[in-house]
């Protein structure tokens, strides 16, 4: 079996989910051949810059006009066809990619590459059977087309979305968003809060995701004056300004704090916690729902994190916080009533899919071995 992983860096997520995929299938299938690949910098390294870039721009000075885009994205094929079309030229480049590789399946994590493979089979440039894995708790018109094997997504309640969308539903599979094999693992609470200094009390997990998004100097202010005691623990990824920052105006205070920039040991800190405050990313909530952890979620972007902390709210696993004044009312909320964690916990743990990666990884086999047919729809590009 070889398997080619294409993905795109638009955050961390979707390069997360194929390494989670890959480590599945090299653990399960010792012999199988794996190579993850950033499709837009294979293609041009130029080109990755100004898409990625200006995306990554888009979300953090003028998130409003991302959400009326995803929006106009779901509501109509203008924004659609136009990204499919675009990711069609581009796609031809990838021939020598898998040419060279020769994969017996390819895994798309993200909708870029995903349109490619789709143009390439379409135009029959491409025979090799294609999975593609949403990382969001969401469907997505982005996400229909024909000519692939399968469509990977979080939950049953997806599935039903995309089949009410009239996608053929033996071609989907709610196995989760695949996270890496360590958070399956549970540490032991009283080494770890030793390991990192901090005390045995209700500890906050604050989070904004790979690139630190979500002002998390707000949350942390609203944090230092709550009424109750608590530790607080920050991730700010790569966003060194903001670890500067948060060390520098906020680290002398009565409450202990331990801040962090971009790790690996976000399973141990999730062990740690009892509450996460975050953007609900795809990536993370999956994460946090294998730890069955209480999650506040504030500054979501418009459009698919929008999506997905509706989902968690519905669903009885997060309260959604629509501002930073929010935080101390919402521990109130929680501390007054004991059985709200609880709750929370349990619905997390009911959300979670902690075998997504090694159950893609056995599909994976099948779709090498040509057991699953391509399954195609006339009314899809």
Same mark, same amino acid.
């Given at each position: 079996?070889?398997?080619?992983?294409?993905?795109?860096?638009?955050?961390?997520?979707? @390069?997360?989910?194929? $390494?989670?995929?890959?480590?599945?299938?090299?653990?399960?299938?010792? %012999?199988?051949?794996?190579?993850?690949?950033?499709?837009?910098?294979?293609?041009?390294?130029?080109?990755?810059?100004?898409?990625?870039?200006? &995306?990554?721009?888009?979300?953090?000075?003028?998130?409003?006009?991302?959400?009326?885009?995803?929006?106009?994205?779901?509501?109509?094929?203008?924004?659609? #066809?136009?990204?499919?079309?675009?990711?069609?030229?581009?796609?031809?480049?990838?021939?020598?990619?898998?040419?060279?590789?020769?994969?017996?399946?390819?895994?798309?994590?993200?909708?870029?590459?995903?349109?490619?493979?789709?143009?390439?089979? !379409? !135009?029959?440039?491409?025979?090799?059977?294609?999975?593609?894995?949403?990382? #969001? &708790?969401?469907?997505?018109?982005?996400?229909?087309?024909?000519?692939?094997?399968?469509?990977?997504?979080?939950?049953?309640?997806?599935?039903? $979305?995309?089949?009410?969308?009239?996608?053929?539903?033996?071609?989907?599979?709610?196995?989760? *968003?695949?996270?890496?094999?360590?958070? @399956?693992? !549970?540490?032991?609470?009283?080494?770890?809060?030793?390991?990192?200094?901090?005390? #045995?009390?209700?500890?906050?997990?604050?989070?904004?995701?790979?690139?630190?998004?979500?002002? @998390?100097?707000?949350?942390?202010?609203? @944090?230092?004056?709550?009424?109750?005691?608590?530790?607080? *623990?920050?991730?700010?990824?790569?966003?060194?300004?903001?670890?500067?920052?948060? $060390?520098?105006? &906020?680290?002398?205070?009565?409450?202990?704090?331990?801040?962090?920039?971009?790790?690996?040991?976000?399973?141990?800190?999730?062990?740690?916690?009892?509450?996460?405050?975050?953007?609900?990313? =795809?990536?993370?909530?999956?994460?946090?729902?294998?730890?069955?952890?209480?999650?506040?979620?504030?500054?979501?972007?418009? =459009?698919? %994190?929008? !999506?997905?902390?509706?989902?968690?709210?519905?669903?009885?696993?997060?309260?959604?916080?629509?501002?930073?004044?929010?935080?101390? $009312?919402?521990?109130?909320?929680?501390?007054?009533?004991?059985?709200?964690?609880?709750?929370?916990?349990?619905?997390?743990?009911?959300?979670?899919?902690?075998?997504?990666?090694?159950?893609?990884?056995?599909?994976?086999?099948?779709?090498?071995?040509?057991?699953?047919?391509?399954?195609?729809?006339?009314?899809?590009?």
């Amino acid at each position: 079996m070889d398997i080619l992983f294409l993905s795109v860096s638009t955050g961390g997520g979707h @390069l997360k989910a194929a $390494e989670a995929i890959k480590d599945a299938v090299e653990d399960r299938f010792p %012999e199988a051949r794996t190579m993850i690949v950033d499709a837009l910098n294979y293609i041009s390294p130029t080109v990755d810059k100004l898409i990625v870039g200006g &995306y990554l721009g888009l979300l953090k000075k003028t998130p409003g006009v991302y959400g009326k885009l995803y929006e106009l994205s779901e509501a109509g094929d203008s924004i659609h #066809d136009i990204c499919f079309a675009a990711n069609s030229l581009f796609a031809l480049k990838l021939r020598k990619l898998i040419d060279d590789f020769m994969p017996s399946v390819i895994v798309c994590t993200h909708t870029f590459p995903f349109h490619m493979l789709s143009s390439l089979k !379409r !135009r029959g440039k491409v025979d090799i059977p294609v999975a593609a894995v949403v990382t #969001d &708790y969401a469907s997505h018109p982005f996400w229909e087309h024909n000519n692939i094997n399968a469509l990977i997504v979080p939950h049953e309640l997806v599935k039903k $979305e995309m089949i009410m969308r009239g996608m053929p539903a033996e071609m989907i599979y709610p196995y989760g *968003i695949p996270i890496d094999k360590c958070f @399956l693992e !549970r540490k032991d609470k009283a080494e770890l809060f030793k390991e990192f200094d901090l005390d #045995d009390k209700f500890t906050v997990l604050v989070m904004g995701g790979s690139l630190g998004f979500g002002k @998390l100097d707000l949350v942390f202010e609203s @944090l230092l004056k709550s009424r109750y005691d608590i530790q607080i *623990i920050a991730v700010t990824g790569y966003n060194t300004k903001l670890k500067n920052h948060l $060390e520098r105006d &906020y680290f002398n205070k009565d409450k202990k704090i331990r801040i962090f920039s971009y790790t690996d040991r976000i399973s141990d800190l999730m062990d740690i916690a009892d509450l996460i405050i975050t953007k609900p990313g =795809g990536m993370t909530i999956a994460e946090a729902l294998v730890k069955g952890l209480p999650m506040l979620i504030l500054s979501a972007i418009p =459009g698919q %994190e929008e !999506r997905n902390a509706n989902f968690l709210v519905s669903n009885g696993a997060a309260i959604k916080m629509s501002d930073f004044k929010d935080i101390d $009312e919402s521990f109130h909320h929680i501390f007054s009533n004991q059985s709200c964690m609880e709750q929370m916990k349990k619905a997390a743990q009911k959300l979670a899919r902690p075998n997504s990666a090694e159950n893609i990884a056995s599909l994976l086999k099948k779709l090498s071995s040509g057991n699953i047919r391509v399954q195609a729809k006339s009314n899809y590009q």
